[in-house]
């Protein structure tokens, strides 16, 4: 197989035209073509279809582009798999998760597990959730941590914990002495929105639309932690919940409770391997114990 053919399929898929591709790999568009047609000799498929100086996927190209990932990933892996084999060491314990979880919930726990074993070597990986699928197919990874649903069909996710969206604004401010906060309350507020991307702003927006409700976007934040803190500095409100807002940001912001209900769902999946990694179920075991003291804690 032509690893190079393989690397520029992959990345006119990831980056979705030829010409991109080629920049990001500093091809020719001509050389680039090439490769490809290379590559669909070599199995006789058709990987797409030429439209208009387009290349567009095929359904076999489509179904070829997880597997083809996870080639690549496998061979870039191999130098550290080589050194770690040099080392004679174990490996680490590879988690994943989306940024939001990283603070209250997933540092807790590796600081935990490691407190209670100090031999265990832990590897965190934070990918924005529109990316979280990708990595999922490269397979690299023995836990993941994700709210849900997964944006992947695959891997099958397990259930950890539920818990409420809260409203999140300045300490000092008036409406910080409600135990209860509504759209109506906050409408002259201004609202420190996570992107539209994030599954926390697309399941709210959910609930507000059966509510019939709305609320104006001041300021959009690709991360839970950069809106948390725009709100810690006097600027407006946003969203958080109990398991996973940073421990920093508890201080400074007042956490309320927010109608209509909003319920998050966590879940986590682990990679299909016959040999798990020796530390995994202790970590999972721990992020239970993280996720009920979480929950259980007094925000207000």
Sequence with gaps: MNLKSLRVFVNIMEEGTLAQACRKLNLSQPAAS????????????????????????????EAFYPEALRILASIDDLPGMFEQIAKDAAPPLRVICHPRLVEGLIVPA??????????????????????????????????????????????TPRFLARTDMLVALPAAHPLAAREVLTPADVAGLSY??????????????RELAKADQHLEVTHEMSTSLAACRLVKAGIGFTFTDAITVSPDDERGIAIRQWRPRVQIELGYFVSETNRPHRARDAFLGILNEVCESRSGADLT
């Design 110 to 155: 590796m600081a935990e597990l490691v407190r209670r074993d100090p031999s265990v070597k832990v590897k965190l990986e934070v990918h924005p959730r529109r990316y979280l699928g990708r990595r999922i197919l490269h397979g690299l990874f023995d836990v993941g941590i994700a709210t849900l649903p997964l944006p992947d069909r695959n891997p």
């Design 34 to 61: 090439r490769l490809i047609q290379i590559l669909e000799a070599e199995f006789d498929i058709q990987l797409f279809n030429r439209e208009k100086k387009r290349l567009i996927p095929t359904q076999e190209g």
């Design 192 to 205: 420190v929105a996570l992107e539209d991307t994030t599954n926390m702003r697309s399941l709210l927006d």
